[in-house]
């Protein structure tokens, strides 16, 4: 079940971070939000190593879950910049 719910938040996270990616972007530049992106996920990486053994899944892993599935913002980013690159347009 603990498998599942990671990908689950795995999907809800690339759904609901795919239109603010996509906004930040086209506002500012690629490289400034893959690098937020890259230090929320470290961000993810080190709150995970913090859960205890027997914990749950809900309770400790989460939020570390979905701060590392920020990573799902670099295949937007590359794919709405190489687009662009493509059609002829700036795309960060």
Do not use: C, H, K, Y
Not at 61 to 86: C, D, K, N, Y
């Amino acid at each position: 079940m603990t498998g599942g719910l990671s990908w689950l938040t795995a999907g809800l996270t690339g759904v609901a971070l795919a239109t603010p990616a996509q906004l930040l972007v086209t506002r500012t530049s690629a490289r400034l939000v893959m690098a937020v992106e890259m230090a929320l996920t470290g961000d993810g990486v080190l709150w995970a190593t913090r859960a205890p053994v027997q914990g749950t899944f809900l309770a400790n892993l989460a939020g570390p879950s979905f701060l590392t599935r920020a990573v799902t913002w670099m295949f937007i980013l590359v794919s709405i910049g190489a687009l662009g690159r493509v059609l002829g347009n700036a795309g960060g």
